[in-house]
């Protein structure tokens, strides 16, 4: 491989949830992982072909769509999803050697945990000062240098920053989780397997009564469950937004390709985003009338009417 076909990059620096979530791919102990300062940087190490794929977080069970992933994927040269992981989150109150709580004034970690662990936070240290670093690693990294007293981040990040977990399994959520995507430059999606996503971002052709109900009428006309949608603004002016959707299912499958090419008429623009495996491995249920074989044989008889043979 070439060293960009044999580099990843991730949200770093070293010792992120991302770079924990990477790790599980298999293919991740064969590539060079590169930490970047941001999801943009990483994004844009795949765009320049200084990468062949970045995994970035895009969607937390507290918080919702990260809205820089989101955006990312929405604006600039296209990029692909190709692979979803999703990683249980549990954070440890980092600290020097020899601090203790009562100690603790100042902390810190991504804008993103913050939410997690508030009620820890009022609890415990109810009058600690919160302050957001780039991530949670990060966020260790300043308590190495002094400049805060402790850091939320994953207990594994403890040795890379020479911290000690002072306090572990710190969640306000149980069974919180994020889910991080592997993103690369488009090319033909993976075979399906049964149990998949597709994601793509909408724009509507114009904002009036009904504009966003027609757009959700094009996947239950064709049997297509969504899993995520979320409405981000263009950036135009207030009022204007786009629509970042997960639904279940593969573009091959034929439901799913309807329903597309309905939105392709239907919205001013259509990004592909991609048809990956699903985490979770849930395989979707099919409404009656909704499988590859029923639009065949729908084709077949419009063919028949076509030809003057209706029966």
């Keep these: 491989m070439t060293p960009a076909a044999s580099r990843y990059t991730y949200l770093g620096p070293e010792g992120?949830?991302?770079?924990?979530?990477?790790?599980?791919?298999?293919?991740?102990?064969?590539?060079?992982?590169?930490?970047?300062?941001?999801?943009?940087?990483?994004?844009?190490?795949?765009?320049?072909?200084?990468?062949?794929?970045?995994?970035?977080?895009?969607?937390?069970?507290?918080?919702?769509?990260?809205?820089?992933?989101?955006?990312?994927?929405?604006?600039?040269?296209?990029?692909?999803?190709?692979?979803e992981v999703v990683l249980p989150i549990s954070f440890a109150l980092l600290v020097r050697p020899g601090t203790t709580l009562d100690t603790v004034k100042t902390v810190t970690g991504h804008p993103v945990a913050q939410p997690q662990v508030r009620v820890w936070l009022e609890r415990h240290l109810p009058d600690a000062q919160w302050e957001s670093a780039a991530s949670n690693a990060d966020g260790a990294r300043l308590v190495?240098?002094?400049?805060?007293?402790a850091a939320f981040a994953g207990e594994f990040a403890a040795a890379t920053y020479a911290?000690?977990?002072?306090?572990?399994?710190?969640?306000?959520?149980?069974?919180?989780?994020?889910?991080?995507?592997?993103?690369?430059?488009?090319?033909?999606?993976?075979?399906?397997?049964g149990a998949d996503k597709t994601s793509v971002v909408l724009w509507l052709r114009a904002d009036h009564p009904?504009?966003?109900?027609?757009?959700?009428q094009e996947y239950?006309?064709?049997?297509?469950?969504?899993?995520?949608?979320?409405?981000?603004?263009?950036?135009?002016?207030?009022?204007?937004?786009?629509?970042?959707?997960?639904?279940?299912g593969h573009l091959s499958d034929r439901r799913v390709g309807e329903a597309l090419m309905g939105?392709?008429?239907?919205?001013a623009d259509v990004r592909?985003?991609?048809?990956?495996?699903?985490?979770?491995?849930?395989?979707?249920?099919?409404?009656?009338?909704?499988?590859?074989?029923?639009?065949?044989?729908?084709g077949d008889w419009l063919t028949r009417c076509l030809d003057g043979r209706p029966r």
């Design 144 to 149: 190495q240098e002094g400049r805060f007293d």
């Design 210 to 216: 009904g504009a966003l109900m027609e757009v959700l």
């Design 16 to 83: 992120t949830f991302t770079e924990a979530a990477l790790r599980t791919l298999p293919e991740a102990a064969t590539r060079e992982l590169v930490p970047m300062i941001s999801v943009p940087a990483a994004l844009d190490a795949v765009r320049t072909g200084e990468a062949a794929g970045a995994l970035v977080p895009i969607e937390n069970s507290v918080e919702g769509g990260v809205s820089a992933t989101v955006d990312e994927l929405a604006s600039g040269d296209p990029l692909m999803i190709y692979r």
């Design 272 to 298: 592909y985003l991609g048809s990956y495996p699903r985490a979770d491995a849930v395989q979707p249920t099919v409404r009656p009338g909704m499988a590859d074989a029923d639009f065949l044989n729908a």
């Design 220 to 248: 239950a006309t064709c049997g297509v469950n969504l899993v995520r949608i979320e409405s981000r603004p263009t950036g135009k002016g207030i009022g204007q937004y786009c629509f970042s959707v997960d639904c279940e």
């Design 263 to 267: 939105l392709k008429r239907l919205c």
């Design 163 to 193: 911290l000690e977990p002072l306090v572990t399994d710190i969640h306000d959520a149980q069974n919180a989780a994020t889910r991080f995507v592997l993103v690369g430059r488009p090319a033909r999606p993976a075979a399906p397997t």
